[in-house]
């Protein structure tokens, strides 16, 4: 069973930079395509930024130019870089392969931007 944890969250200014992190128990990554996902206080949850085995890598409007996909197969980590930020990107950040696979979601971490 593949457990993924997400880490990095927190509170941060508008204008403010986090870089969140998605630990997986297995070599999954090498594997399949993963993707960072967000779900913000009473809404659905939205797919945000997804990177492939081979490191091509995609993003919502809402990312583009903002946020940055990385992975490190060797650490079993993806990675989401986010500047920029504004009060709108405030939700439970998780991560997932894509698309996503029902079991694989995990605890999510909390990014609050606000001034």
């Known amino acids: 069973q593949v457990q993924l944890v997400e880490s990095g969250g927190g509170l941060v200014q508008p204008g403010g930079s986090l870089r969140l992190s998605c630990a997986a128990s297995?070599?999954?990554?090498?594997?399949?395509?993963m993707g960072w996902y967000r779900q913000a206080p009473g809404k659905q949850r939205e797919w945000v930024a997804g990177i492939t085995s081979g490191g091509r890598t995609t993003y919502a409007d809402s990312a583009k130019g903002r946020f940055t996909i990385s992975n490190d197969n060797a650490k079993n980590t993806v990675y989401l870089q986010m500047n920029s930020l504004k009060p709108e990107d405030t939700a439970v950040y998780y991560c997932?392969?894509?698309?996503?696979?029902?079991?694989?979601w995990g605890q999510g971490t909390q990014v609050t931007v606000s001034s």
């Open positions: 297995g070599s999954i990554f090498n594997i399949y395509t």
């Open positions: 997932n392969t894509l698309p996503s696979r029902p079991n694989y």
